[in-house]
């Protein structure tokens, strides 16, 4: 099936800083990625959809300033966090969709875990 | 988008067959139950999806009721590496592609 990565699998940062985490489809080519943000015994909560060469569509409540998306070809998205701070600590999970997949399922990375001192 | 209804935990014995069940009674004609799984600090795994037909694969087996409000996944044989968050989604077609939205999932437990 197709494969989706992202990196880092974990990153520990300071307070104030900020992080960017990539998401690529290896095998396919990704019209549409999108980005969730998983708590701690919480399901997934999607943040933001992202179509390669236009801007991000984001949830309500994300702050688009805060979480900046760029989908700059179709097999790579990025997602950082600009100014972290101890609440933006979670899981973060990309997933993709491509172009001449049969059944227009998502395809979901391995996720990135933020910890933000 | 169809709502669905899982129950939160259940327990299943090492080698037996593990139903879970799935509600979505707000299902439109052309909407699909997908099944994915999650395993302790990883992405999201698909499983499986079907429309109106039964589905199987080499994971699982997915049975829909006739009138598709509901529906119940099966691992035949459940093994430890089954023990996993299961969520059914019904996505919602927006913009052309699928928005999956995550419910609270049935946490499966297989017991040895």
């Known amino acids: 099936g197709a494969v989706v990565s992202q990196h880092p699998s974990w990153v520990i940062c300071k307070s104030g800083t900020s992080v960017k985490i990539e998401c690529r489809s290896l095998?396919?080519?990704?019209?549409?990625m999108f980005w969730y943000r998983q708590f701690p015994k919480q399901s997934l909560m999607l943040m933001a959809t992202?179509?390669?060469?236009?801007?991000?569509?984001?949830e309500q409540g994300v702050e688009k300033d805060k979480f900046l998306i760029n989908h700059a070809s179709l097999t790579l998205s990025t997602l950082t966090v600009t100014s972290a701070h101890p609440e933006d600590s979670s899981f973060y999970i990309c997933?993709?969709?491509?172009?001449?997949?049969?059944?227009?399922?998502?395809?979901f990375g391995p996720g990135t875990r933020l910890t933000v001192l | 988008d169809a709502k669905t209804t899982q129950p939160p935990s259940m327990d299943c014995a090492e080698g037996r067959a593990a139903n879970l069940p799935c509600n979505h009674s707000?299902?439109?004609?052309?909407?699909?139950v997908y099944w994915y799984r999650q395993i302790h600090s990883q992405g999201p795994q698909y499983i499986i999806h079907?429309?109106?037909n039964n589905e199987t694969n080499e994971m699982a087996s997915l049975i829909i009721t006739e009138d598709r409000k509901s529906s119940t996944l099966i691992l035949p044989h459940a093994t430890l590496r089954d023990t996993a968050v299961y969520y059914c989604?019904?996505?919602?077609?927006?913009?052309?592609?699928?928005?999956?939205?995550f419910g609270t999932g049935t946490k499966l437990q297989v017991i040895p």
């Open positions: 997933s993709a969709i491509g172009l001449g997949l049969a059944s227009n399922e998502q395809f």
């Open positions: 079907g429309l109106k």
């Open positions: 992202s179509n390669e060469g236009s801007k991000a569509t984001y």
């Open positions: 707000t299902i439109s004609g052309n909407e699909y």
């Open positions: 095998d396919f080519q990704a019209t549409t």
């Open positions: 989604i019904v996505p919602l077609i927006s913009g052309g592609y699928q928005k999956v939205t």
